[in-house]
Every structure is written in structure tokens, then in C-alpha cells.
């Protein structure tokens, strides 16, 4: 009868030690980035009185919450997350987690989601991730890229006359006698098209640093919302040692003569690309003030495309709250890669 050779402590240590040679980039996520200073508010989740001490007792918060990320950065289902939390040790050891521990199932990890989107709190941990950010260094200093992506969701075959009663807010009454069918439309998701393309789902707006890349701000509203409309709420007003506030970049969708006003009277300096029309052509000049303005304006674009990357522009979600949680998670999980990233650079500019 074959022997079966039991793995032993050295040979667990053996293979992660060997990850970590390879470029394991949790690694660099678990020493650099303060996970317990998301406790005080993850440990809201957990603060309804238990009836009775009776049942597994509840997953450590911390590491749930570090699930989530995880699942983020390699667009995971619920499902697939937990399959390879059991089946890859990088997984398991940016977790803390050993062998014989517990490991969260897939309707685990939805819960606490879900918590997430009950208490509204990824807009708080995304806030506490920045004091992390400032602690750095990496306080926002340059110039305030402003834009937008769309976040698409599975599209819905529905009959003309229930998308005009969803536009109106509406329920259709056939949707409304089967609970089933109700949870699985998305009402709140909005049609649009932008340069002949059609999209059906959600925005993410954003305001990311021009200099560190990190995301400041964001917003997320459904598919239909103007990007200008959400312009007011993501500048920043914050004043620099001089008083200066930083400028604006962002495309001529922004551009307007009542944005003109405003960022002149709050004191930003407007960078903003130009509009040409049939009546006025853009001047020589214009065109060229908008070809160095989009210079800077560009490395927004590096921002979606990381997070593209992590298949961050679909989410199988259902509504905005859901959507609102997802996206926020992703420009969380974003700016902790990048953190990641300028720490490492920074120590090679200076070592």
C-alpha cells in the first residue's frame, strides 16, 4: 500500500517563501497597508446583539473585509472567491488563514457585502484608507483630473412598454406578482449611448490626483446622468500652504459657460479642453491650448485601465446601492494597489 506523505510546517513555508520570491504582489499589500485601522468601522457590522451564543461565531471582520478586496482585484464571483481562498496558498496567507482554519463560504462573503451596502460604509472606508494615503505622503497635490466611465450590468431583454414605465419609475404590474422575477431586474440601471455605442448600467465618476494617480473622489449615479452634472460634487475646494486651490482638467463635456463662472469665482484655475462648434471653429490656439491640456487630462485614462483590468467596468450587481458598493470598492482596492506602487518607486528614486 502506497504511503501518503502528510505536508508538514516546512513544506507549506517552503512553497509561500518561494511566492514571495516570485513576485506575490499580497506581499506587498499586507506590509504596507494598516488593515486594523478599518476595524472600528467594519466592526459596526457586527453590533446587533447575538439572541444566543448558539452557531459558528461570526467571521473575524478584518479579514471579510480583505475577502472583498481580494475578490476586487481578480473579479471574483462569491462562488469563485471561495474556491480559491481553498485552493491557493498566496490567498490563505494574505488572509492569516492556516489549513485546518474556517474559510468563508460564498453566501458568507454576500452577507457582508450586503452589511456594507445596509450601513453605507464603503464611502467611510474609502475616507479612512486616505488618512493612510496622507500618512505617506500622498496627500492630493496636482491637478484634479475629473471624468467618467461606465460601469456596465447584464442587459435586460424587457419589452419596450416596461422600459417606459421603469424610466417613470414605475414597476411593470406583471413584475410585481413574482417576487422571483422582481429580484432579478435591475430597475434603477439606465440606457445611453455615447458616440453610436449603446451601454446599459451604471457611471463611475471620478476625481483622480494628476500627479500620484490616486483617486480623490467619486461618485456613482446610472448610465443616463451627464458627466456635468456631477462636476460640482467631486471638485475640490481644499486650499494649499499658499491658499492656492489645484486646478481642473477634464474634456469639453465639463466645459460650459456657468462651470466657467463658478471655478473662477471658487478660485480653480480652469483647464478644461475648449468646444468648437458650426459657427465657431476652434482657433489654432484653442487647439493647441486643448492638445497640452489633455496631456495631463490623459493619465486619468491609466486609472480606468487599471481598473478595467480587474473587470472593474461589468458588475454582475442588481441596483444602485449594490452598484454603489462594487464601484466604491474598486477605486478602494485600486488606490491600495497604486499605494503599493508609489512606495516602490519612491524607494528606488531614494535608495
Known sequence: MKKVKQPGFFDI???????????????????EIDWEAFRSDLNRIYEKERKSNAGAKPIDVVLMFKVLVLQQLNNLSDDRIEYQIRDRLSFMRFLGLELEDRVPDAKTVWSFREQLKVLNLVG???????EQLASHGYAAR?????????VE???????????????????????????HKLAQKDTEARWTKKNNTNYYGYKSHINADHETKLVQSYKVTDASVHDSQIFDGLLDHTEDADGKKRAVYADSAYRSKDTEEKLAKAGIASQICEKGTRAAALTDEQKESNKNKSRVRARVEHVFGAQD??????????????????????NLAYNMIRLVQLLRRDTRTTG
Do not use: C, Y
Not at 467611510?124 to 486616505?130: N, S
Not at 467596468?313 to 444602485?320: D, E, P
Open 142 to 150: 496636482s491637478g484634479q483630473m475629473i471624468d467618467a466611465t461606465f
Open 153 to 179: 450590468v447584464p442587459r435586460q431583454r424587457n419589452k419596450r412598454e416596461e422600459n417606459a414605465l421603469i424610466k417613470e419609475g414605475a414597476i411593470p404590474i406583471e413584475w410585481g406578482k413574482d417576487e
Open 13 to 31: 513555508a517552503e512553497r509561500t517563501n518561494k511566492l514571495t520570491e516570485m513576485g506575490d504582489p499580497l506581499v506587498g499589500l499586507n506590509a
Open 124 to 130: 467611510e472606508l474609502f475616507a479612512r484608507f486616505h
Open 309 to 330: 483590468a480587474m473587470g472593474g467596468h461589468f458588475v454582475r450587481t442588481i441596483g444602485l446601492l449594490r452598484a454603489k458598493v462594487k464601484i466604491g470598492m474598486m
